[in-house]
């Protein structure tokens, strides 16, 4: 009986680390995929950079084992660009995409050799996979943990400047118009990234872009103290990146949002900002913050608009038939309770990872059933 409350196609999160196989101290996929259930989703693409990469037949083959075994929600593999992700020779991407690969990214970090980055989106648009793009050039990070600006001066911390981000983007952009192949950039967090991804779709060029819930909830000004629960890349940017994210969702410009759901120990991340990794965990408070933020405080987007961007944007993007009511269709299904209000808990998450700069916030709008393929998931 769902009288009263809001019932929505599955969610669809095109970026998230399950870190198995070879990091499993952090997350699994049994655990990641329980996480992704209890927040609503039903189908999620999870990134190469574990140990082994994927990015060969043989470690896709092995990660596919495992999700069969393990995975209560869809779980995509995402196939690396490189072998090793050493950014020097192509991974196997023919053969992987043969075995029903959708995507693939060297998450994590850019390819920097634009040449055989150039070869990988011509192999992409041949085999009519999605190139997913982490923008960030490796030279400019200079062992930076946050955002350049006052708040990381105060802090006496590396600052990340816009550039970083921007650069790679527009790079990026020019090689998708060059190949044809289909990019969506991950987890965008700069005004210049709005501006490239507006002008690429004016220009009819195949190019998609994400933003997350932390890039457009907060902004480096929350950052007080030396707290590596707010230590993400991209970092946390300034107000007018963020004000520029939210117009962009707005508009349609970014027509995904995405968690890059990043789990840790709590070893790892109670470290300070300049030794921890970077990462948090996004999948269990993804839909609340959404909600709260875009819909009810802001009223940027309405719900079946937000909608569009959890569930069928990201779906069509990535070329699976899901993020749909409509009869016929798999019936992967989420309910929500968009009425109650709670406090987000990290003890209370299904992920291994606790590490979110939101625990203690309040929030509505709180999941209450998940259905795969018609049947519940229960956790």
């Avoid at 508009?251 to 300070?272: C, L, R, W, Y």
């Avoid at 989420?334 to 109650?340: G, P, W």
Wanted: hydrophobic share 40%; glycine share 8%; net charge negative.
């Amino acid at each position: 009986d769902a009288s009263g409350l809001y019932v929505m196609p599955g969610f669809v999160d095109l970026h998230v680390h399950f870190r198995e196989p070879g990091l499993t101290h952090k997350e699994t996929v049994k655990t990641g995929s329980m996480a992704a259930a209890a927040g609503g989703y039903t189908s999620v693409f999870c990134m190469p950079n574990t140990k082994p990469v994927i990015d060969s037949a043989e470690n896709y083959s092995m990660l596919m084992d495992i999700i069969q075994k393990d995975a209560c929600v869809n779980v995509y593999p995402v196939g690396a660009v490189t072998v090793n992700q050493q950014g020097e020779v192509l991974a196997d991407i023919e053969t992987m995409a043969d075995m029903g690969m959708k995507a693939i990214s060297e998450d994590g970090k850019s390819v920097m050799n634009s040449g055989l980055y150039s070869e990988a989106m011509k192999i992409a648009k041949d085999k009519g996979i999605v190139v997913f793009a982490h923008c960030e050039d490796i030279n400019l990070v200079r062992g930076g943990v946050m955002n350049a600006g006052k708040c990381a001066d105060m802090l006496g911390l590396n600052g990340i400047t816009n550039a970083v981000e921007d650069i790679i983007t527009a790079r990026d952009i020019m090689l998708a118009g060059e190949t044809g192949a289909k990019l969506h950039l991950c987890h965008c967090s700069t005004k210049d990234s709005v501006k490239l991804v507006k002008d690429a779709k004016d220009a009819g060029l195949p190019v998609s872009a994400e933003v997350c819930p932390h890039h457009f909830t907060l902004t480096d000004e929350d950052i007080t103290e030396d707290d590596a629960n707010y230590k993400m890349n991209p970092p946390l940017r300034a107000k007018e990146d963020v004000e520029a994210l939210i117009d962009g969702i707005r508009q349609g410009i970014m027509e995904v949002i995405s968690t890059d759901h990043a789990p840790h120990s709590a070893e790892e991340k109670n470290q300070s900002m300049a030794k921890a990794p970077f990462g948090i965990v996004g999948l269990e408070t993804a839909f609340a913050l959404s909600y709260t933020e875009l819909v009810c405080n802001k009223k940027v987007v309405t719900l079946p608009e937000l909608v569009k961007c959890m569930s069928t944007n990201p779906a069509r993007i990535a070329g699976i038939d899901r993020g749909s009511l409509t009869k016929g269709k798999v019936a992967d299904i989420v309910i929500a309770d968009i009425d109650e209000e709670y406090e987000i808990n990290a003890e209370k998450f299904y992920s291994m990872g606790k590490n979110t700069p939101f625990n203690g916030r309040k929030v509505r709008g709180k999941i209450v059933k998940t259905f795969v393929a018609g049947k519940e998931v229960i956790l």
